[in-house]
C-alpha cells in the first residue's frame, strides 16, 4: 500500500462549482499534514496545512480523520485560477526527514 | 512566509559536462535540504535529503556518484549532476525545512536542465 494515496484524476468542474478532494494516508504514526498546489511546469506551494479540528481559508476547507488516516480538500466556488495539481502530504515523523508526498490529483475549472 | 532561491532556473548543456544547482535557504536557517526531481507530467521524486556537515542520505535508485550534493552551510546545498546525459533532462527542485513553522517545507523555484 503507497504511504499516500490520491486519486489522480482529473476532475473537470465547471467555474462555480465545489469540489472536493480525498487522501489517505498509511502511517498511523504521521504527525502532520498538508496540502500543496503545483501549477503545470511550477514547483509545490503550500496551500494550507491541515489540523485534527479541520481549518478554513477562504474559499478552501482542509478536514483530517486520524481515526480514518483520512485528509480531505474542499473548494467552494472553483475559479479558473483553481486549475492546478493538488498534493496530499504527509510528515511521517519529526526531525530531518522528508515529507511524503501523494501523487496529486489534478482540477481544471472550465468557464 | 519562508522563502527558498535556486539558481539558475533553467540550464543547457552538452552531454557529458555537469552542472550546479544552488539551493539557499533566504530568510532562515535549515539543517536539512531536500532535492526532487519531476518529469513532464510525473510526480514529484525525492532523490537525496542534504545534510549540514553531514553526507546527503540517497533514496534507493539514485546514483550519490552521478548526483553530488553539498550543504555546507544553514543556508547553502548545492547538487551537481555530473556528466549529464540526455535522460538527466528533468526538473530539479530543491526544498527547505523551516522547523519553527511547524516543520513547513518550502520549494524553490525549480531548475530546468536540458542535456543535449
Known amino acids: 500500500r503507497k504511504e499516500v494515496e490520491q486519486d489522480p484524476g482529473p476532475f473537470n468542474v465547471p467555474e462555480g462549482a465545489t469540489v472536493a478532494f480525498n487522501c489517505t494516508y498509511s502511517?498511523?504514526?504521521?504527525?502532520?499534514f498538508f496540502w500543496y498546489r503545483q501549477d503545470c511546469r511550477k514547483e509545490p506551494k503550500l496551500l494550507m496545512s491541515?489540523?485534527?479540528s479541520g481549518n478554513e481559508d477562504g474559499r478552501f476547507t482542509a478536514q483530517l480523520n486520524r481515526a480514518s488516516q483520512y485528509i480531505s480538500l474542499l473548494i467552494r466556488d472553483s475559479k479558473l485560477s483553481d486549475s492546478a495539481t493538488y498534493l496530499c502530504?504527509?510528515?511521517?515523523?519529526?526531525?530531518?526527514?522528508?515529507?511524503?508526498f501523494g501523487k496529486g490529483t489534478r482540477l481544471s475549472v472550465i468557464a | 512566509g519562508a522563502v527558498v532561491s535556486q539558481h539558475p532556473s533553467r540550464v543547457i548543456c552538452k552531454s557529458g559536462t555537469s552542472v550546479k544547482i544552488e539551493c539557499r535557504s533566504l530568510?532562515?536557517?535549515?539543517?536539512?535540504m531536500f532535492w526532487y526531481r519531476q518529469f513532464p507530467k510525473k510526480s514529484l521524486m525525492l532523490m537525496a535529503t542534504?545534510?549540514?556537515?553531514?553526507?546527503?542520505?540517497?533514496e534507493q535508485g539514485v546514483e550519490k556518484d552521478k548526483f553530488l550534493i553539498n550543504h555546507a552551510s544553514l543556508t547553502l546545498s548545492t547538487l551537481t549532476v555530473t556528466s549529464a546525459h540526455p535522460e538527466d533532462s528533468s526538473f530539479y527542485i530543491c526544498?527547505?525545512?523551516?522547523?519553527?513553522?511547524?516543520?513547513?517545507?518550502?520549494f524553490g523555484p525549480g531548475t530546468r536542465l536540458l542535456v543535449l
Open positions: 502511517n498511523s504514526a504521521s504527525q502532520s
Open positions: 526544498s527547505a525545512r523551516d522547523q519553527s513553522l511547524q516543520e513547513t517545507q518550502y
Open positions: 530568510d532562515f536557517q535549515a539543517t536539512t
Open positions: 542534504s545534510n549540514e556537515g553531514s553526507k546527503a542520505t540517497y
Open positions: 491541515v489540523y485534527s
Open positions: 502530504v504527509v510528515n511521517t515523523n519529526s526531525g530531518n526527514t522528508p515529507l511524503v
